[in-house]
């Protein structure tokens, strides 16, 4: 599985940005489907998951400002991202579990200034 993700830049903080996640190469269903982001120093952390059927799992510092959503029909994730702050700033990574296997993408910078 190829993880292919995009959509980061340069933003003020309070703005919004939409990252997307494409899928390909997959000949099965990709049970869950996630973003993480990573801050030099500091370990790679959990932003919100999806599963194939739509349920979701977000960090507590992300609720209420960002949405993730995934087209099944495109193998498409996406991340929504409102309100951004100034700690929101970080490479963000597209992560997929199929099966037993975990595929990783090569990550998308997300830079938010004060």
């Known amino acids: 599985v190829q993880l292919q993700a995009s959509g980061g830049g340069l933003v003020q903080a309070g703005g919004s940005l939409r990252l997307s996640c494409a899928a390909s190469?997959?000949?099965?269903?990709?049970?869950?489907m996630g973003w993480y982001r990573q801050v030099p120093e500091k370990q790679r952390e959990l932003v919100a998951h999806?599963?194939?059927?739509?349920?979701?799992n977000y960090a507590d510092s992300v609720k209420d400002r960002f949405t993730i959503s995934r087209d099944n029909t495109k193998n498409t994730m996406y991340l929504q991202m409102n309100s951004l702050k100034s700690e929101d700033t970080a490479v963000y990574y597209c992560n997929a579990l199929q099966g037993s296997i975990e595929y990783w993408g090569q990550g998308t910078r997300v830079t938010v200034s004060s």
């Open positions: 999806i599963t194939f059927r739509g349920t979701t």
């Open positions: 190469g997959s000949r099965f269903i990709i049970n869950r």
